[in-house]
């Protein structure tokens, strides 16, 4: 696939404008595939804060708005890089990586830098003439691209080191899908062969998804696999304290290994900070005493600072929240309401941290207050709901937290600590 000069010349003169203005307003010099053009604009345009290191690169050729819109950001598809190259490290060479749904390639064209031999498999073929083009341009030379319906032609596959498969999850009317079965492919029905053709698996999924159930449907999608494989990591990916992705590891292990480690490693990734448990962990971990927080509506003094901690997006997805307790020291004020409190402050606590100015019961605290930041945890009212009937703007440098201690409604009025 390429791009006429005409239509070069299109894009580079109207990439930093707005397409529905370029579409409605300009009159593009005869030869110009205007459709083309649009989409390269408007995915240049959206690879500056998603793909930087792609928009650098002038030769690129995007593809429509909703592959623009499901495919890895850079930072993502470096985590999958690092990730892949740990799992394979020690494997022998040459080492193969296959992604068995290639789609806009972004995962691909990181992921295949760390193996000697990467495969793309796409059934869309516009896609996969995007990816022959664009791989080419990134400079990766070790790409093998193949236009195919991946769970068609397994029996074709050769042995891989490592399986990348991100599943689409839209449907036939393109409405979005969330459960494993109802993706495409079916990573359920299709699991037990790829496991026959690579030590490692990765997949990723819908950051909706529970990642319990997930790990339990792919374990139960592989018990009866002739080569013996089960889910031993588990990654929930943040970027910017939002969910972004979920990502399953699945690797073979053999028949000496017995019972399968039904508790796989869980990684909550939030940017650079980085919290593992395995799954037992939270099994058998008893919540700690919750101490009981004396209702008041004086600010704290220096004498007795008092901190309250929200987790960031990865760890609200693993509920790991006794485990936090646990660990940081910290007591969790309700077990429904998922925010913790300390009289010193931790400073390695992953997610954000207040100092507390003001907690008490919700109309009292709330009084006299113009403008704030409001989050709502286990409280029966939305935001917009209590802005309205306390009259609060929002923004300024005042956080409020909503929730349920004790049974009752109460406020918690910070700063940022």
Same mark, same amino acid.
């Given at each position: ?247 399953? =590891? ?11 480690? &039904? ?10 900070? =980085? ?25 704290? &003094? ?43 402050? =931790? ?14 019961? =919700? ?55």
């Amino acid at each position: 696939m390429d791009i006429n000069e005409q239509t070069r010349r299109f894009i580079a003169a109207h990439r930093t404008e707005q397409v529905r203005d370029i579409a409605l307003h300009v009159h593009p010099e005869d030869g110009t595939d205007l459709a083309v053009a649009l989409d390269c604009i408007e995915g240049w345009q959206r690879a500056r804060t998603k793909l930087p290191q792609w928009a650098a690169c002038g030769d690129i050729i995007y593809p429509p708005h909703l592959a623009m819109e499901q495919c890895s950001s850079q930072s993502t598809a470096q985590y999958k890089t690092d990730l892949a190259q740990r799992l394979s490290s020690g494997a022998p060479h040459p080492t193969t990586l296959i992604d068995i749904t290639g789609g806009f390639g972004v995962d691909f064209s990181y992921m295949s830098r760390v193996f000697d031999r990467a495969v793309y498999i796409e059934r869309q073929q516009h896609l996969c003439e995007l990816a022959e083009h664009n791989m080419r341009a990134l400079g990766i030379g070790n790409a093998r691209i193949v236009n195919a319906d991946a769970a068609a032609i397994l029996d074709e596959l050769p042995p891989a080191t490592l399986i990348m498969a991100d599943p689409a999850r839209r449907d036939a009317h393109g409405s979005r899908t969330y459960a494993i079965a109802d993706c495409t492919p079916n990573m359920l029905a299709i699991l037990p062969k790829l496991a026959g053709i690579a030590p490692t698996i990765i997949i990723k999924l819908s950051p909706m998804l529970d990642w319990h159930q997930a790990a339990q449907d792919c374990n139960r999608a592989l018990d009866d696999a002739a080569t013996p494989a089960a889910v031993s990591e588990i990654h929930i990916v943040s970027v910017h304290n939002e969910c972004k992705e979920l990502l399953l =590891v699945i690797t073979r292990h053999g028949a000496e290994d017995g019972e399968t480690d &039904t508790f796989p490693l869980v990684t909550c990734v939030d940017d650079d900070t =980085v919290f593992s448990f395995h799954a037992q962990d939270t099994a058998g971990t008893k919540a700690q005493e919750r101490k009981q927080l004396r209702h008041n509506t004086q600010p704290t &003094t220096s004498d007795q600072p008092a901190y309250l901690y929200e987790p960031n997006a990865s760890l609200m997805k693993a509920s790991c929240f006794d485990l936090l307790a646990q660990r940081f020291g910290v007591t969790q004020i309700d077990s429904n309401s998922h925010l913790f409190v300390s009289d010193k402050q =931790v400073d390695a606590f992953p997610g954000r941290a207040f100092a507390i100015t003001v907690y008490g019961p =919700v109309k009292h605290t709330l009084r006299g207050i113009k403008q704030a930041n409001i989050a709502v945890r286990n409280y029966p009212a939305n935001v917009a709901q209590v802005r309205k009937r306390y009259h609060i703007a929002d923004g300024g440098d005042t956080f409020v937290f909503l929730t349920t201690m004790s049974g009752k409604k109460t406020a918690f009025m910070c700063v940022k600590a």
